[in-house]
């Protein structure tokens, strides 16, 4: 099938065998050209795009090795053995043990040194495990193997850096649902109402929406990920992004930040806005304001060929003109990917290229504890000659402010 019409299907049916085949063909060659004889990944996310295999990371090992000349192998509990077996159909060397603690990573490391791996170039990539010590198991594998073995996190980071059309077709589905999302949680804002009670009544509404519409929906990554991602938050509330969404009321004149992530096929498209319950004060449309020209400024400097730490300067330079250095609490944004927080990072210490087919959150935000916090966040392409913002709710002030009813 064409690439484009892959995209087109992967729209609503998710990522094809297709598309995992040609990431490996294009491990493959960076093993070959790196001189490493095999990669070793107990990174969920990194085998799922390598291998369509989805699955919850936990204390039990698993593991996929992929071989410089195209060999693969896997070692996985039975718990998740039919499992990977569905998922993988290309892929018929399994070794099943039965649970964990009676196979650890010491057995798992004694199990590739019968594989033929000791004394082998070996790129492990380890760093998406959740309930059990990275630092230990690379311990583990590289005391069996040798000292060829080495952290290719970076190697994948950059295999994954560059969007395949499929991956940038889910982005656009997604954000097309969570443009919607954020747009059903505005409607329901009403006197007295809770944060969780807008949440749920929203998250509810678009699962409904997308079960009416995609032939399949799931979540994707385990503990990850889930198809709704994020929270609303009314007030003092809102300064606190990451906190807890809970019981408190909305009421006039609240700040509101309805910040969301809707999965589609493990790709999260990132709609965040914040706005107002009844007409802002002056000192609310200022704080706003600027929010809304730091980010302005950050997505006009993307580019190909425009470092990361430059967008983070675009943002950051608006911001310390207008005073509120202090209200800055995080940098301005990251890569998204099969993970929605995904190297490169829009940081003062990131020096990365733009390239095209990169996708980017933007997201500069102002907190100020006990007032509000305010932040919009967009999910972005790099283009061949700019950028195409995928995220479409509306920004403006007078957009966002609703009337206190």
């Known amino acids: 099938m064409p690439l484009n019409e892959a995209a087109a299907a992967a729209r609503v049916t998710g990522l094809s065998p297709a598309f995992h085949a040609r990431r490996r063909e294009a491990l493959f060659a960076r093993l070959d050209a790196e001189g490493l004889d095999a990669l070793l990944v107990a990174n969920g996310p990194t085998i799922a795009y390598f291998t369509g295999f989805f699955h919850i990371t936990t204390e039990r090992p698993i593991l996929v090795a992929f071989q410089r000349d195209g060999r693969m192998f896997a070692i ?234 430059e967008v983070h300067a675009a943002a950051a330079s608006i911001i310390e003109r207008a005073g509120l250095k202090d209200a800055m609490r995080h940098h301005t944004g990251h890569g998204k990917g099969i993970e929605s927080h995904e190297p490169p990072f829009f940081d003062p210490g990131d020096h990365t290229i733009l390239e095209p087919n990169m996708v980017m959150s933007v997201e500069p935000g102002l907190y100020l504890p006990g007032h509000a916090g305010y932040r919009h966040s967009d999910t972005v392409l790099v283009t061949d000659t700019g950028y195409e913002v995928l995220s479409r709710y509306p920004r403006d002030r007078a957009s966002l402010t609703l009337p206190a009813a």
């Open 76 to 309: 996985t509990t039975a718990l998740e053995a039919d499992h990977l077996r569905a998922s993988c159909p290309f892929l018929d060397d399994v070794d099943v043990y039965f649970d964990y603690p009676e196979a650890d990573w010491r057995w798992a490391a004694r199990r590739l040194v019968a594989r033929g791996l000791a004394g082998k170039r070996v790129g492990v990539d380890l760093a998406n495990l959740i309930m059990n010590d990275p630092l230990g198991a690379y311990d583990e594998i590289r005391a069996a193997l040798g000292d060829g073995v080495r952290n290719a996190l970076a190697l994948v980071q950059q295999l994954r850096r560059i969007k395949d059309p499929e991956e940038v077709a889910l982005f656009r589905t997604a954000c097309e649902y969570g443009d919607w999302h954020v747009g059903k949680a505005f409607r329901l804002l009403r006197n007295g109402v809770t944060e969780y009670q807008v949440h749920e009544a929203a998250s509810r509404a678009t699962i409904e929406k997308m079960l009416a519409e995609l032939p399949k929906i799931q979540d994707q990554n385990g503990y990850d990920r889930s198809l709704i991602h994020g929270r609303t938050l009314f007030g003092g509330s809102s300064a606190l992004p990451h906190g807890p969404k809970g019981t408190r009321k909305l009421q006039a004149p609240d700040v509101v930040m309805v910040t969301y992530g809707v999965g589609v096929w493990s790709y999260l498209g990132e709609v965040e806005r914040s706005g107002f319950f009844g007409p802002p004060t002056p000192e609310q449309a200022r704080l706003f304001d600027v929010m809304l020209a730091a980010q302005t400024a950050a997505i006009d400097a993307i580019r190909p060929g425009v470092a990361c730490a």
